[in-house]
């Protein structure tokens, strides 16, 4: 089943803004406010303007339930069917109600079950290029602050690296090596380094291999309709790992849900706390 989540969110995208744009329109149709349809409207673009949000105010993080989005929806469904009016009332259910609940419990939802990553394990050697092609080889003597991230299309990652971006003086103070690691091509990976231009080694992970075998690959992670793009259909699940000179984890964030990533600070407390 969680193959098929790739063809939830632009789909949904394009049928939600159709939905909220034919019932504003069918209103100034027939030249009167509609309780149902304002009841659809309202079980529909919440969920519709918290995705579009994602992209414009880039949050690394957010609420793991969004009980908002879920209650709203409601309210709207029941007004829709309050005020009774076909297709207002069932499309305030299919394209509202149901999509939210389907968005916050189970598209979120990352299953991490076939992960090796374990705290006080070896992290092993990762077969990883930068952006030019040239093999990866970590600095001796140095800590490693691994982030996978899904690509340059998820706004939560894009959010993450800011974070860790702003934050890799300190990081670097404390003897980290930083390696941003995507399964997408070397051109997005250069279009990244070029955008946060600072001391991080951008890597990328040619078919996945390092994913695979730490157990953190992602089988059809990114949307469907972005392969015009140049991204293929496998991504990685997010996930952060902290390893000291000899390559034992000191820490691993594996996020159960894609919306929920680490606080920065707790990197630095990780460090600090290890001396």
């Not at 034919?22 to 304002?38: D, I, N, P």
Request: glycine letters at 8%.
């Amino acid at each position: 089943m969680a193959r098929f989540k790739r063809y939830f969110p632009v789909p949904y995208l394009i049928l939600g803004s159709l939905a909220v744009g034919y019932g504003v329109w069918e209103q100034v149709r027939v030249g009167r406010v509609s309780l149902a349809w304002m009841g659809a409207i309202l079980a529909i673009a919440p969920l519709l303007i918290f995705m579009m949000s994602l992209v414009v105010i880039r949050r690394a993080r957010t609420w793991r339930n969004e009980y908002p989005i879920l209650i709203a929806s409601a309210l709207g469904t029941g007004l829709a069917f309050l005020y009774y009016e076909s297709p207002a009332s069932w499309l305030a259910v299919g394209i509202g109600l149901v999509p939210a609940f389907v968005y916050v419990y189970w598209y979120s939802i990352l299953d991490r079950s076939g992960s090796s990553i374990q705290v006080g394990g070896k992290l092993p050697e990762l077969d990883l290029v930068d952006a030019e092609g040239r093999a990866v080889v970590p600095t001796p003597g140095k800590h490693g602050l691994y982030m996978f991230i899904r690509g340059n299309w998820c706004p939560l990652c894009m959010a993450q690296v800011k974070e860790i971006s702003a934050q890799y003086r300190e990081l670097e103070a404390r003897g980290v090596e930083m390696f941003l690691i995507s399964p997408q091509s070397e051109k997005h990976t250069k279009a990244l380094a070029a955008r946060f231009d600072v001391p991080i080694r951008f890597c990328v992970d040619v078919g996945n291999r390092a994913a695979r075998k730490l157990g953190i690959e992602h089988i059809g992670g990114v949307p469907f309709m972005m392969e015009p793009l140049g991204y293929q259909p496998e991504s990685v699940l997010p996930t952060v790992v902290i390893v000291d000179p000899e390559r034992t984890i000191l820490f691993a964030d594996l996020t159960d849900n894609y919306r929920i990533r680490p606080e920065p600070s707790t990197f630095l407390a990780v460090l600090d706390a290890r001396g």
